[in-house]
């Protein structure tokens, strides 16, 4: 899907596509997901019954799959990579990738945010 959404992008848009280009896919393809799963239920799916259907559901998008996960399964999980930007023959590329899997950069549910990051996260030197 990665390979596809940027190709496309990029003859549309004659430009590479950026992250939020990548989300916003992401939102469309995981509400597509959650239609689709209503509508199997229901012939014409309300608001309510697409809401249901999106609790707890995971879906493939260009960017890797997202889960519903946090927030009783109203929040979305997906892993973060990090990396460094070089200019190598004109272009931009990513290097030294890393990646972290959404449990490791997202609290556990119930958790409030800056309660995991003050139990978590250490002050560098320390």
Same mark, same amino acid.
């Given at each position: 899907?990665?390979?596809? *959404?940027?190709?496309?992008?990029? &003859?549309?848009?004659?430009?590479?596509?950026?992250?939020?280009?990548? !989300?916003?896919? @992401? $939102?469309?393809?995981?509400?597509?997901?959650?239609?689709?799963?209503?509508?199997?239920?229901?012939?014409?799916?309300?608001?309510?019954?697409?809401?249901?259907? *999106?609790?707890?559901?995971?879906? &493939?998008?260009?960017?890797?799959?997202?889960?519903?996960?946090?927030? !009783?399964?109203? @929040? $979305?999980?997906?892993?973060?990579?990090?990396?460094?930007?070089?200019?190598?023959?004109?272009?931009?590329?990513?290097?030294?990738?890393?990646?972290?899997?959404?449990?490791?950069?997202?609290?556990? &549910?119930?958790?409030?945010?800056?309660?995991?990051?003050?139990?978590?996260?250490?002050?560098?030197?320390?």
């Amino acid at each position: 899907l990665s390979r596809w *959404f940027a190709a496309a992008y990029a &003859e549309r848009h004659k430009e590479v596509p950026t992250y939020v280009s990548y !989300k916003m896919a @992401q $939102a469309f393809l995981g509400l597509k997901t959650a239609y689709e799963k209503a509508a199997k239920a229901h012939a014409e799916p309300d608001r309510e019954a697409v809401i249901a259907a *999106f609790e707890n559901e995971t879906w &493939e998008t260009p960017s890797g799959s997202v889960r519903m996960g946090l927030g !009783k399964g109203h @929040q $979305a999980l997906q892993g973060v990579a990090y990396g460094t930007v070089a200019h190598r023959d004109g272009k931009i590329v990513l290097t030294d990738v890393r990646y972290y899997p959404p449990e490791i950069v997202n609290p556990p &549910e119930g958790v409030k945010s800056l309660d995991w990051i003050a139990a978590t996260l250490k002050p560098a030197g320390k």
